[in-house]
């Protein structure tokens, strides 16, 4: 009797699944290897090899990795830091940090525009100051910057959340067996807060990787990313078959690059001496 | 008498604005175990940390084999710490774990293997060298913390309540194993607990703490036997601490009744403390119906006089059988005693108290609140 109750409580995650993840999983599987004619093809995956594409993705692998990266060397010593500070600072600084994650995410790329454009606020400030304007908007590095300032917190809060939980004597365990400042750093502590630090770059990576809205507003159509790609495909050329087959090799890149994060997370042996 | 390894010379130390340390001198001898023993609070624990070098005195000297360490940092320090819950690193085997000093000091791995053999070896746990941290009881993770503390021949080892998680009959244990170490290793040890019968187990010397002030240094008998002050006398074992008077030396009025004593030197008809041990105290037992004035009554009281002159007499209130002796709650002059006897006298029946000279225990009464927590200066 239990048992069958438990199983029905467990019926509208199973509809929510099938109709919202499985379904359109399988529609854009169908889609990525079909053509116009629902016949069997692969051009839609080979259309990554078309060289606007490719440079869109290469673009994408790289700016998403550089805002990844950045993200990680900036959130780790805050993180450190709001860790060791007694629990109501940190709560106030980390809900700082929150705030813009509750405006809406147009909005703050938005303001980014507004910032960056020719006749921005920096440019303006510039001219007050007669110094010559800078080419700010529609660059690479516009669009990094957007996806720093976009996914930090999202770095911040998992590292945050594992050092909060590591037991502060394991650090101290390490400066009393001679362990100095960055001994302890690389092999205690980051090991220590590996989980942190992976899913960290999990979710600044993967949405960072897809992104077409930060580089629509930032990039203008100067810059295409794999996300502007697949978007014009599905809104634009009207293109479905593409649009999927597009995606589902971007699908292949994410699952690789969790895979190898998952391979620093289970090893951490290995990422300790890698780092 | 071996020479000070690690003098403490006037630590103070407050944390937000409140006192943990105050003026406190203390030195530690080569190869001594030395107890840090005190309810939680007492700064047991800072004094230890102080000495490791995780926190630092407002005031004061701390000074290692000569050489004045205050500012030195933990990672520069000749001791090793075991900590309370083990901060074993959970990420590398136990292997790694005991090597983890070794590799710092960029050791040669034949060197670290050996080592870590060794070290295993010593705390009973060899063969452990590819198992992680989790999959280890909480005993077994105390040892490789000790492993990983003593393979870098430390001078010192610090422990702080090293068996405070581990159940009593693995504390019992791992104590013999700490003392066999201990004289094995040929180092000293400085080990900080609340429990007074561990301490009193393994300590060449106790510091018996309270409130940030040292009460009382001496070894496991002195500390029993001749307690400083009731605060001691209290936290060492049950004992009795009834307010008495000093009639004059060798002799102590307590409830109205002269017992002779050994003590001298506190002046005459002057209030004092007395201490008295449960095991200490004798009991006779009187028949039912006696009365003081019949032949009976006296026949008790001259055995009971054989201890000592004075006598004080009672009835039993409680009993409860404790395996090696029964404990008694006598109530006499309206206070009430606690026995400790291997005989066995039932509830409610009356009895004769008496104890050897000896065993009385004099102290001066502590003035104001201050002096109950005495200064270590004034030892």
């Known amino acids: 009797m239990k048992k069958k ?3 029905l409580l467990t019926g509208p995650y199973l509809i929510w699944t099938v109709a919202f993840i ?6 854009i599987v169908y889609y990525g290897f079909t053509d116009e004619n629902h016949r069997f093809t692969l051009d839609n995956l080979s259309r990554i090899t078309d060289p606007v594409t490719l440079k869109a993705l290469l673009l994408s692998l790289l700016l998403s990795a550089l805002a990844t990266a950045v993200c990680l060397i900036m959130a780790y010593p805050l993180a450190m830091i709001l860790s060791r500070m007694k629990s109501g600072a940190s709560a106030i600084i980390t809900t700082i940090f929150i705030i813009p994650m509750w405006m809406n995410s147009l909005l703050r790329i938005f303001a980014w ?7 921005g606020v920096i440019n303006q400030l510039l001219a007050f100051l007669h110094l010559p304007p800078q080419h700010l908007i529609n660059t690479p590095a516009a669009i990094a910057l957007g996806m ?16 909060t939980k590591l037991d502060w004597n394991v650090v101290n365990a390490a400066y009393d067996l001679g362990a100095n400042g960055r001994q302890t750093f690389f092999r205690v502590i980051v090991p220590l807060t590996m989980p942190g630090i992976v899913s960290g770059i999990t979710m600044v990576f993967v949405p960072a990787l897809t992104t077409f809205v930060i580089s629509d507003f930032l990039g203008g159509s100067k810059v295409l990313l794999i996300g502007n790609i697949i978007d014009q495909q599905f809104t634009q050329v009207g293109n479905w078959n593409a649009g999927s087959g597009l995606s589902l090799v971007l699908m292949v890149f994410i699952l690789v690059s969790m895979a190898v994060m998952q391979h620093f997370d289970t090893d951490e042996e290995a990422a300790g001496s890698i780092l | 008498m071996s020479n000070r390894l690690i003098d403490l010379q006037h630590i103070t130390k407050s944390f937000d604005g409140q006192m943990v340390l105050d003026d406190l001198n203390l030195y530690i001898r080569e190869n001594e175990f030395l107890t840090l023993l005190g309810p939680s609070g007492c700064g047991k624990t800072t004094t230890l940390r102080i000495i490791g070098g995780f926190e630092q005195p407002d005031s004061g000297k701390v000074i290692f084999d000569g050489k004045d360490i205050t500012t030195l940092a933990p990672n520069k320090r000749q001791l090793n710490t075991v900590f309370q819950k083990y901060a074993l690193f959970t990420h590398m085997n136990i292997a790694d774990n005991i090597a983890f000093g070794l590799r710092i000091r960029k050791k040669s791995e034949d060197y670290i293997r050996e080592k870590v053999k060794y070290a295993l070896r010593l705390v009973n746990l060899e063969g452990f060298e590819n198992r992680m941290p989790d999959s280890l009881s909480g005993g077994q993770q105390q040892r490789i913390a000790i492993a990983r503390a003593i393979v870098n021949e430390p001078k010192v080892l610090l422990l702080d309540e090293p068996l405070g998680a581990l159940d009593l009959k693995l504390r019992k244990d791992m104590q013999y194993e700490l003392i066999r170490l201990k004289n094995e290793l040929g180092i000293t040890f400085v080990y900080v607990t609340h429990d007074q019968e561990e301490a009193l187990t393994m300590s060449d010397t106790i510091v018996v703490m309270n409130q940030g002030y040292i009460q009382q240094i001496g070894t496991p008998e002195d500390i029993y036997n001749e307690p400083t002050n009731a605060f001691v006398a209290d936290f060492i074992g049950d004992s009795n601490i009834v307010d008495a008077t000093m009639v004059k030396d060798k002799l102590v009025e307590i409830f109205g009744t002269r017992f002779a004593c050994v003590d001298t030197g506190f002046g005459s008809n002057k209030p004092v403390d007395v201490v008295i041990r449960p095991e200490d105290l004798e009991l006779y037992a009187l028949p039912d119906g006696v009365t ?12 009971a006089r054989e201890l000592n002159p004075g ?3 009672g009835t039993v209130t409680d009993l409860i059988f404790k395996g090696v002796h029964y404990e008694m709650d006598v109530e006499a002059n309206g206070y009430t005693w606690l026995v400790h006897s291997t005989k066995l006298f039932p509830v409610g029946s009356r009895v004769l108290m008496n104890l050897d000279p000896f065993n009385i225990q004099i102290m001066n009464k502590p003035e104001s609140e201050d002096e109950q927590a005495v200064s270590s200066a004034d030892l």
């Open chain 1, 5 to 7: 109750n438990n199983a």
């Open chain 1, 22 to 27: 499985v379904i359109p999983l399988i529609l």
């Open chain 1, 113 to 119: 525009q507004t910032l960056l454009e020719r006749n």
């Open chain 1, 148 to 163: 720093i300032y976009d996914y930090l917190p999202f770095m911040l809060l998992p590292i945050y959340n594992s050092l």
């Open chain 2, 292 to 303: 003081a004035d019949s032949p009976e009554y006296e026949k008790v009281a001259d055995k």
């Open chain 2, 311 to 313: 006598f004080l007499e």
